[in-house]
């Protein structure tokens, strides 16, 4: 059954605490992305990764930081600079790398992280 | 700055009527939009992608339609069902890459009996 995880389903975070969000697909897809949902708000990018060992910042990085060591994981980590974390967050893949035809490139979406602040 | 407007917010129908949702954007260059479907509490689910030579296409029930020139699509539900019940969100690109969206802040849809 392929597709895209994440973990857990709830977090929830003590002031000054580091948390880290667990992203895992196994569609062998090359492109990897970390969203955040608010309300009222569309999605905003906070870090994508187009390649393993490889990833650039989004509109929103400051306060998260990510690895990419295997192709098939891309953990976030919220660190305690983020001051207002609250939010749901979504990981994404799509084929992406440096070949393919990109202007059709889908992505496709894990269920989610609700991430909460005690 | 790239923009996405949807419209309605939010819309109320009952099961069995049509309904259409709006997107206007000022994303430029434009390369393909995309509309999405998102249940509460779930990740989005691709439901069609256009390029800008693409004026319809549809996935079941679904209909899209684009207008490159005065820059707005519609989301057509055909026979609605409770299953239909979600947020609809409009997404463009404007280089072709998933790392360069630009997204709508979406129609909530509720379907009821």
């Known amino acids: 059954d392929g597709g895209i995880t994440q973990s857990p389903k709830y977090l929830f975070r003590k002031e000054g605490q580091n948390v880290t969000l667990s992203c895992e697909q196994n569609?062998?897809?090359?492109?990897m992305y970390w969203y955040r949902q608010d309300p009222g708000q569309g999605l905003r990018l906070i870090y994508y990764s187009q390649i393993v060992n490889d990833f650039q910042k989004g509109d929103i990085a400051e306060g998260y930081s990510v690895s990419r060591e295997k192709k098939e994981s891309f953990p976030l980590t919220v660190t305690s600079a983020q001051k207002n974390p609250t939010a749901f967050y979504l990981c994404?893949?799509?084929?992406?790398?440096?070949?393919?035809?990109?202007?059709?490139?889908?992505?496709?979406f894990g269920p989610g992280t609700r991430l909460l602040v005690l | 700055k790239n923009q996405v407007e949807q419209s309605p917010q939010s819309l109320i129908i009952l099961e069995g009527k049509n309904c259409t949702l709006q997107c206007n954007y000022t994303v430029s260059p434009f390369s393909n939009l995309r509309w999405y479907k998102q249940d509460t509490g779930r990740g989005p689910v691709s439901l069609t992608i256009m390029t800008f030579s693409e004026n319809t296409k549809s996935n079941g029930r679904y209909t899209a339609t684009l207008d490159a020139d005065t820059k707005q699509s519609s989301l057509h539900i055909t026979a609605s069902q409770l299953s239909d019940s979600a947020s609809y969100i409009c997404?463009?690109?404007?280089?072709?890459?998933?790392?360069?969206?630009?997204f709508g802040t979406g129609t909530r849809l509720q379907v009821t009996l």
């Open positions: 569609l062998n897809h090359d492109a």
């Open positions: 997404v463009v690109s404007d280089t072709g890459t998933a790392s360069k969206l630009t």
């Open positions: 994404a893949s799509s084929i992406g790398g440096t070949s393919g035809p990109r202007y059709q490139e889908t992505q496709y």
